[in-house]
């Protein structure tokens, strides 16, 4: 089945500074992929999403890229805020399966410092 | 519009005893599925359905049963809870085309003792 790597499992940076968080997928039949934001308990929410015959897509201060060859895709965070610090989730989603089989990965715990 | 909604939102079990979590949505969604979530290891599939009367397995699906016998019910059954199954669990829905954003419950906190 599909394997989610995602990298750094910790972030700190100071608030305006970016933040960029990794994601390297498996399986070549992945087509969708979804970033989402949880914060402390509460549950998760998507933020921005990416489809593979995309690049890059862009919301505001948050943007995804896709290297389909590579198999990675990436979030982008501009200008961090305090609020912006919370675990994020990348996940990849098969073409072909049966259902929406999202697998995700580890999560990264960002923390922006004011 | 509820959405996705769990119940119970927290649950202590003694090894051993059997409980069902609950999950409805309102939303019409065809796939429902449980995560479980545990410290470093991000969101793992249990089993999932892709419409009333079909469900198949996750990642992780031993311990676990799930049935779909209506479109808005997808509950989740420890028979015979142990203390691996301390976990926070997720219920999410989507609609049933692949690519579809996942709503996900407010989750439930349970403690197997």
């Known amino acids: 089945g599909e394997n989610v790597e995602q990298h750094p499992s910790t972030l700190s940076v100071q608030e305006g500074d970016s933040a960029v968080i990794k994601c390297t997928y498996s399986?070549?039949?992945?087509?969708?992929f979804p970033w989402y934001k949880q914060e402390l308990g509460k549950r998760p929410q998507l933020i921005i999403d990416?489809?593979?015959?995309?690049g890059e897509k862009k919301d505001q201060r948050i943007a995804v890229t896709l290297n389909k060859t590579a198999k990675h895709f990436s979030l982008h965070i501009t200008e961090t805020q305090p609020e912006d610090s919370a675990v994020y989730f990348c996940?990849?989603?098969?073409?072909?399966?049966?259902?929406?089989?999202?697998?995700f990965g580890t999560g990264t715990s960002l923390t922006v410092i004011p | 519009n509820a959405g996705v909604t769990q119940t119970p939102k927290f649950q202590v079990l003694k090894t051993g005893q059997s409980m069902t979590l609950q999950c409805a949505q309102d939303?019409?969604?065809?796939?429902m599925s449980w995560y479980r979530q545990d410290p470093g290891m991000g969101l793992r599939l249990i089993h999932y359905?892709?419409?009333?009367?079909?469900?198949d397995q996750g990642e992780v699906p031993n311990g676990y049963n799930v049935s779909r016998s209506t479109t808005e019910d997808f509950p989740l059954r420890l028979l015979s809870a142990a203390p691996s199954q301390t976990s926070v669990y997720f219920c999410?829905?989507?609609?049933?085309?692949?690519?579809?954003?996942?709503?996900f419950g407010s989750g439930t906190q349970l403690s197997v003792l």
């Open positions: 999410a829905s989507s609609w049933a085309s692949r690519g579809e954003k996942l709503f």
């Open positions: 399986d070549s039949a992945s087509n969708y």
């Open positions: 990416i489809r593979s015959n995309v």
């Open positions: 996940a990849a989603s098969p073409m072909g399966r049966s259902g929406n089989q999202f697998y």
């Open positions: 939303m019409n969604h065809e796939y």
């Open positions: 359905s892709v419409g009333a009367g079909i469900t």
